[in-house]
């Protein structure tokens, strides 16, 4: 199956930095997710980005799905942001289901 | 419009037992997915149902199983529970669930689950 490797694994910011979370996927997709955990363990819906760029706010992700990577930028970091994003796609062939990378641990620290 | 809702939100059973969780997917969408997130394992997909069939299937053994109501509820079952078993179950749900079809998934809040 799809291999979805995340980096970095850990991150550690002050508020207002900037940082960029990677994403690297082994296979051609047809859905590439980002999701924040919450400390609640819910995870919340960032961007549907297959291919190109998306902006939100303080967000903003962008997959070249030719090279297999996708970036999550965020910029301006709060304290809120903190906790676990997860890059998710789903294979062409692979139906409805989505493959999870490992995550990337962020704390933002005041 | 109501998000997805799990109930219970935490479960404390021993080995041996079986155990019931259900979720609840928002309004109109008739795709429910399951997953289990483990600290070791991380998140894994379980099942997937539509229209109260399973299309699709996780690689976990026969004790985990789910079903689907015609209201697009959605309940999944663990029988002879190991200490293995102890995770965060995750529910999700979309319009269709269709491949090449631009959708988001939205997860519930989960349910913890704690095999002692």
């Known amino acids: 199956g799809i291999q979805v490797e995340q980096s970095p694994p850990d991150l550690i910011l002050q508020e207002g930095a900037n940082s960029t979370l990677r994403c690297n996927f082994s296979?051609?997709?047809?859905?590439l997710q980002w999701f924040h955990q919450n400390p609640w363990g819910q995870l919340i819906n960032l961007f549907y980005i297959p291919s190109g760029t998306k902006q939100n706010g303080r967000l903003s992700a962008t997959t070249v799905a030719t090279e297999r990577y996708s970036l999550l930028y965020i910029s301006s970091s709060q304290t809120t942001d903190s906790g676990v994003y997860f890059c998710a796609v789903r294979e062409e062939t692979s139906g409805s289901r989505l493959t999870f990378g490992e995550g990337t641990q962020l704390t933002v620290n005041p | 419009k109501a998000g997805v809702t799990q109930t219970p939100r935490y479960l404390i059973k021993t080995r041996g037992q079986q155990v019931t969780l259900s979720c609840s997917p928002i309004s109109g969408h008739r795709s429910v997915s399951w997953y289990q997130q483990t600290p070791g394992q991380g998140l894994q997909f379980l099942f997937e149902y539509f229209s109260e069939t399973q299309r699709n299937k996780g690689n976990f053994p026969g004790r985990f199983s789910g079903r689907q109501f015609s209201n697009s509820r959605s309940e999944m079952n663990v029988s002879t529970l190991e200490l293995g078993d102890s995770a965060l179950y995750l529910c999700a749900s979309s319009l269709s669930g269709r491949t090449g079809i631009f959708e988001k998934l939205f997860f519930g809040s989960g349910t913890q689950l704690s095999v002692l």
């Open positions: 296979d051609s997709v047809n859905n």
